[in-house]
């Protein structure tokens, strides 16, 4: 049986590198992001709320905050990541305190519905040999037969009603729902989106659920027929914790932490910078040769000449009226490639392109897998990608 979470599939869909450090190798950095944090002490605060309510305790607003900062104090690491360095521990810790006042005072006294569970720990069988956590901030029911995931969200980006209606988080833990109460007839899934004070909500239909279901099944097959975990660079990568040990990365630190001289001596440093000098000469030479074919063209056109020699060679200058189609770039090249199909000279006059083929070749089908893997040769394939470093 194999077991998921919702934040195991979302971390292989975002890096099989970071999927690899953090559920194969279960390395354990320490660092967590400052954004990660305040989400979790303003989780802390909210399950508080609700916790002492079932016991008829009402926290005050300030009780709450107070809470909220005891907490903060209590579990603050040294370590913990400020990517942006405009703002600081405080920014932080003031943002989520704002975002607890504005939801105390939008939902007070709390009496809209029945709180059912808090965090919950279940897991849902998704098929006889897969399951998945369901892990609900808050569980509600404002009448009977109908429940509600609650999820709170203090990221600053807000989703479209169209991303929530295809959300999968929330979708998953309504099978739970509904598994663990078979009275559910309605399931709403409600996000608290805290830094906006703004709620959105929306359902799934039992063939969505379905549909989702197997989606699901399929992606954990994926994730468990892999046997090449690639980093996945993104703006997410400031915000990992495995940054310092990633391949994409590693040298970078490594670097930082040289002087000067000892980075001048760095044989990676002096392999990039000898590389980068050498494309730049490669990109200059390729204008000059440009440049002098266009010369050369125009010089045997006004001499009247198909040949031209220099010292040790000679240049033919062939040219044809020829009609030339659109290329891989141009936006005609659909419509050109439609109509070679239509004429059945598609197969004879395009190429076939072998790196984006070979890039494609895991998302292809079983059958197509099988007869290209006959066609082709197992090797590790290189590309060197020559960037400038801005602003690292
Ligand atoms: S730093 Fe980026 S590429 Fe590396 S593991 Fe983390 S998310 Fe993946």
Redesign the pocket.
Known sequence: MVTVSHSKLSTFE??P??YK?GYIEKIDTGIKSIEAFMGDMVHRALEKLYKDLKFEKLNTEQGLIDFYNEEWEKHWEENILIVKKQYTKENYKDKGERMIRDYYKKYHPFNQETTIGLETQWYYDLSENHKIHVRIDRLAAPEEGTYEIHDYKTNSSLKTQEELDKDRQLAVYSMGVKKQFPDAKKVILVWHFLDFNKEMRSTRTTEELEELRREVISLIETIEKTDEYL????P??DY?E??QI?P??KHLYITEEKTVEEFRKDDGVKLVDEYASLKEKEKNILGQVEEISEKIKKYSEQLGVKNLFGSNNSVMVWSKAAIKFPGKSDSERQKFKEALKALNLYEKYLDVDNWALEKDFDSLNEIEKQVLRKLGKQQKIYRLYLKERKGL
């Open positions: 975002q890096c590198q970071k450090f980093p996945r660079q993104s997410l990568c990992c495995f940054k990633c994409l990365w």
